[in-house]
């Protein structure tokens, strides 16, 4: 069988599925199986496939047909331009959460500045390690209470040759004591600049969660109590006490949960400014506070 007949019935395969992009997934796949690069399956169209190479496809094609996300199986996932390593016990990084990102960095106009950066629930590490790229001099403390997840976000530090800027804890999130005896040993300081998390924010009887996301993205990162306001609530009250006079604390949020976050971080009484950040769509994405020394 020759790789566009492959190539050809794969997408169709996966048009029947009802899956969003069959034929990127397709050649994604294909692509990854044989050891190609996208543009690659294109040149070698008329290139018969071994029954070795076929084997491979079909259990990729296989994967994908059940519901398993391309980025699970193919290992990795583009996020703000870096590659990421990620498995199923992290969620796939979404671009949405570059917006957390993008903000950080329109903030911290300093450069050379040495921040320290605090990431709640940091699973792959795809937001703070990504801001040790942006920000040369910071320093990262990532927190996960998942030994997995903290043991991948260890080997992405490493492909992006940031190890020695980041320092992992093992904790839950809201064990405020242990994060910061980690912030004290690592970054020499007993203050935070910035704060980031992609904390799970649905609420656990949400109607509109997708089928696939709950059966393969890991539950203790997605769903969280009170509406799914929970550890939004509780991390940024615990954390806020213990921000630097110039600081900024983004979390990413639910669409429909901005009135109430802002609420709580105006609440708060730290903030010089409270404001929502909305992502391409015009969807309300990350609270956001700032503190202006």
């Given amino acids: 069988m020759k790789l566009k007949e492959v190539l050809d019935k794969t997408t169709q395969f996966f048009k029947s599925k009802g899956l969003d992009s069959p034929r990127l997934d397709a050649e994604l796949l294909l692509a990854h199986g044989l050891k190609l690069q996208r543009i690659q399956l294109y040149l070698k169209f008329d290139q018969p496939l071994s029954e070795g190479e076929l084997a491979v496809c079909r259990e990729l094609v296989r994967r994908r047909g059940q519901g398993e996300p391309v980025a699970y199986i193919l290992g990795t996932r583009e996020f703000f331009g870096y590659p990421f390593r990620v498995h ?20 911290a106009t300093d450069v050379e500045r040495d921040y320290c950066i605090v990431d709640l629930g940091s699973g792959s590490g795809c937001i703070g390690l990504t801001l040790l790229k942006k920000l040369p001099k910071a320093k990262l403390i990532a927190v996960d209470i998942s030994r997995g997840a903290l043991d991948l976000a260890k080997t992405n530090a490493e492909a992006l040759e940031v190890s020695e800027r980041v320092h992992f804890v093992e904790a ?12 004290k040993d690592f970054a020499g300081t007993s203050q935070i600049d910035i704060l980031v998390s992609n904390p799970p924010y649905i609420a656990p009887d949400d109607p509109d969660v997708e089928e696939n996301v709950k059966k ?32 900024i604390m983004l979390m990413e949020m639910g669409m429909t949960q901005g009135p109430a976050m802002q609420k709580a971080f105006e609440d708060l009484g730290v903030f010089d400014a409270v404001d929502i950040v909305k992502d391409l769509a015009g969807l309300e994405r990350v609270i956001r506070g700032v503190k202006n020394g």
């Fill in 88 to 107: 199923s016990q992290v969620l796939i990084p979404r671009p949405e959460t570059e917006h957390v990102v993008e903000s950080v960095c329109e903030w």
């Fill in 216 to 247: 393969f993205e890991p539950e203790i990162a997605l769903f969280a109590p009170e509406n799914g306001l929970k550890f939004l609530s509780d991390w940024s009250r615990k954390y806020s006490p213990f921000l630097g006079p110039k600081a």
């Fill in 172 to 183: 839950d999130a809201g064990d405020v004591d242990r994060v910061l005896a980690g912030v």
